[in-house]
């Protein structure tokens, strides 16, 4: 669909919903999830930087980790899940 095509549906779709109340609690549902997005994130960047580094030292071999299927076996052997 072109641009102008779709900004015609949009707009009379719009004035649909802003006729029917509980259709514009919606739609303003929407638009706050969008402006949600744009928000920064709750997570320090200095996290994102400490995952970065750890995944650093085990690609170059410095830290070791253990797979999940041995990370499951010791917590099935250790607790009995």
């Keep these: 669909m072109e641009t102008k095509e779709l900004r015609r549906k949009l707009i009379k ?38 995952v970065a580094e750890q995944r650093e030292k085990y690609l170059s071999g410095e830290i070791e980790a253990s797979s999940w299927e041995e990370t499951e076996k010791r917590l099935n052997a250790k607790y009995g899940f």
């Design 13 to 50: 779709d719009f004035g649909k919903f802003i006729d029917d109340d509980s259709k514009l609690e919606i739609l303003e549902s929407v638009f706050d999830a969008l402006s949600d997005e744009e928000k920064e994130s709750v997570i320090p960047g200095s996290h994102y930087n400490l």
